[in-house]
């Protein structure tokens, strides 16, 4: 485990997905091959499990727990291990933090519940978040949903009595639109400055790079780390055409995965992706997702071979 004492919290991080059986079980040995290899790249601080990518939505209790264990015992202390917690319940989310710290994780992001997109609050807001808060001492992660996802994707006010809360030392910034970012970037830094900021809109990395970030916490980083990597340090170093030239890789990939609709199927996407590279077995998905025709496949395929990864 991490020491809590430093701000340790930037860096690339990679989102990372479940791999599954045709049957929907969580294949553990593709799991733990999957969580070696993208610690294998160089750059790569940590994992964020149980994310959108990693279908978290579609897993029970002991299936996330389960992930979060086999996380700590593959990487072992070589990465910082990020635990996403998604529930309509705040009840339940303290049952699903309680289950990430005991199982390894050294911090937590807490997703808004879908139900959110309806209707919400600020207080409900808070409240949600400061009962998580009171089972774990650890840091937390916010999430920043993307501008399409109505009521999810938190105001400025809301936004802005999170940061207060104690053990928030992070924001995955999704907001999936670069002058939303910026305005959110400097409301956090004017009133809390000490939370890390990370870009995550994977279309949008060189735009919002450029305008500052501490990191990122993407599922892209499962296909193409090293990209991801060399655009952060040459953004950081003020090496623009090397970062244009990362620019040039990731943004045909990002948007083949992301802005094509269904948008929903970007978890499907990655996978059929990883599948073509020989980085996993089986693109399965958990029920009622359903694997990408053949049309689509081949123009991933045709994506990957225009960014000089796949022949």
């Known amino acids: 485990m991490l020491s ?39 750059g790569i601080v ?11 939505h579609l897993l029970n ?15 072992g202390d070589k990465g910082i291990i990020v635990c996403g917690i998604n529930c309509e319940s705040s009840y339940e989310s303290q049952l699903h933090t309680e289950d990430a710290i005991s199982a390894g994780a050294d911090a937590i992001m807490v997703f808004p519940p879908f139900s959110w997109s309806l ?13 998580i808060s009171k089972v774990s001492d650890s840091p937390m992660f916010l999430y920043q949903a993307s501008v399409g996802s109505s009521h999810m994707a938190y105001s400025r006010e809301t936004l802005a009595e999170l940061i207060q809360i104690p053990r928030v030392v992070a924001i995955k910034e999704g907001s999936w639109e670069t002058s939303r970012y910026e305005e959110n970037r400097r409301l956090i830094k004017e009133k809390n400055p000490n939370i890390s ?3 995550s809109g994977d279309e949008h990395l060189m735009t919002c790079f450029m305008i500052g970030s501490e990191g990122s916490l993407v599922s892209l ?4 780390p090293e990209q991801i990597v060399g655009l952060d340090k040459a953004v950081k170093s003020s090496d623009l055409n090397s970062a244009k030239n990362f620019h040039q890789q990731i943004y045909p990939l990002a948007k083949a995965i992301y802005g094509t609709k269904p948008e929903g199927f970007a978890t499907i996407r990655i996978k059929a992706c990883l599948k073509l590279l020989g980085r996993l077995k089986d693109d399965c998905v958990r ?3 359903y694997n990408l025709d053949q049309k689509e496949i081949s123009k991933l395929k045709n994506v990957l ?7």
């Open 61 to 75: 209790r002991d299936e996330k727990r389960r992930i979060v264990e086999i996380a700590r015992n593959t990487i």
């Open 197 to 199: 900021v990370m870009a």
């Open 287 to 289: 029920l009622p997702g």
């Open 4 to 42: 809590k004492n430093k701000n340790i919290w930037g860096g690339i991080y990679v989102a990372t997905i479940c791999p599954m059986d045709e049957n929907g079980g969580i294949n553990e040995d593709e799991l733990s091959n999957h969580f070696i290899d993208v610690m294998g790249n160089e």
């Open 119 to 131: 209707s919400l609050t600020t207080k409900m807001a808070i409240i949600h978040h400061e009962l």
């Open 46 to 56: 940590g994992l964020l499990i149980n994310g959108h990518a990693g279908e978290n």
């Open 221 to 224: 980083a499962t296909i193409i």
């Open 305 to 311: 071979k225009e960014i000089k990864i796949y022949s």
